[in-house]
């Protein structure tokens, strides 16, 4: 633990797209109080057009919670920013690193770091919209030509317009021959670039993405920069969590991390609470990974994803859940 004051970017749960909904971040606050979560990616235009409600209802226990926008236009992003304050976010963030063909259509995400000028722009039109933080998600290049001098430009560019929180998804971009998938783990990491960041611009707060999942690897980094925050590893292994409270804020964990019984009970009653016409699936999904490692886990995962079993009330899918594991956990200490 730092002697002074804790940035409130020190351990964050990366935005994922069809992942990091609001019944997620349920999820997560149950292992968590201190982790900064953020919502999935959602556009200009479907906030402007589309339905509100649906893209920015959340659960005030989600706190502290980042809205990710995607978006170019500098009067769009306002609006939206404005939005995101009306409704009670923390931080309003600018996705300047998603690869997708969808994204490279609109004109957003990683290829904005071509412009910088044109993100600075938007970075302005949001700060002069709002008071909440607003953040900028982004590469360090574009292409398979890795130049430092292109992100630290970007970097020194945005900041002028205002921006002094800047998360870095330490790999290029390749925006063509390579998936969404692919561009998550091809491109080489280079965690040395945010730190030279730090060091070319010591006056900004920044928070390194990629590859980073073990408790040794993320205080490595913290040694060096404001926050870490974690994607894949964090959704797919989700006890992680229930140790970042203890070790990045000396603080405990929640009470309803005492346990994964203890999580998956909450979650159960949060289920069983969901407005009528909500599938209890839709929440189940996330927690699928909680019991990674542990007896039982493969046949506890089997039964909560079964799909005969969806129009089952959830207490008794979780009866059924929780017997497996307890036979799961008798047959291993049974002597051989």
Known sequence: MPAGPVSPWRVCVAPMLDWTDRHCRVFHRLLSRRARLYTEMVTTGALLHGDQGR??????????????????????????????EAWGYDEVN?????????????????CLMAEPARVAEGVKAMREAVAIPVTVKHRIGLGRVEDYGFVRDF??????????????HARNAWL????????????????????????????????????????????????????VMVGRAAYH?????????????????????ASRDAVEAALVDYMAALPA?????????????????QPGAR??????????????????????ARQACHDAEAGSTVPA
């Open 155 to 168: 970097v020194g560019t945005v900041a002028e317009a205002g921006c002094t929180l800047f998360i870095v």
């Open 277 to 293: 016409g909500t599938p209890w699936t839709h929440v189940a999904r996330h927690m699928l990974g909680l019991r990674d490692g």
């Open 237 to 257: 292994q989700p006890w992680r969590l229930a140790g970042w409270d203890a070790a990045f804020f000396g603080e405990p964990a929640p009470a309803t991390a």
């Open 55 to 84: 893209h920015l209802d959340f659960d005030a226990r989600e706190h502290p919670l980042a809205l990710q926008l995607g978006g170019s236009e500098p009067a769009d992003l306002a609006a939206c920013a404005k939005l995101a």
């Open 94 to 110: 600018l996705n300047c690193g998603c690869p997708s063909s969808r994204v490279q259509r609109g004109a957003f995400g990683a």
């Open 299 to 320: 046949r506890w995962r089997q039964i909560w994803s079964d799909h005969r079993l969806k129009a089952e009330p959830v207490r008794q899918v979780a009866a059924l």
């Open 176 to 227: 063509d021959g390579l998936s969404p998938k692919d561009n998550r783990e091809v491109p080489p990491l280079r965690h040395d670039w945010a730190q030279r960041l730090k060091r070319d611009f010591p006056q900004l707060g920044i928070v390194v993405n990629g590859g980073l999942a073990e408790l040794p690897d993320l205080a490595a980094q913290l040694a060096q920069l404001d926050g």
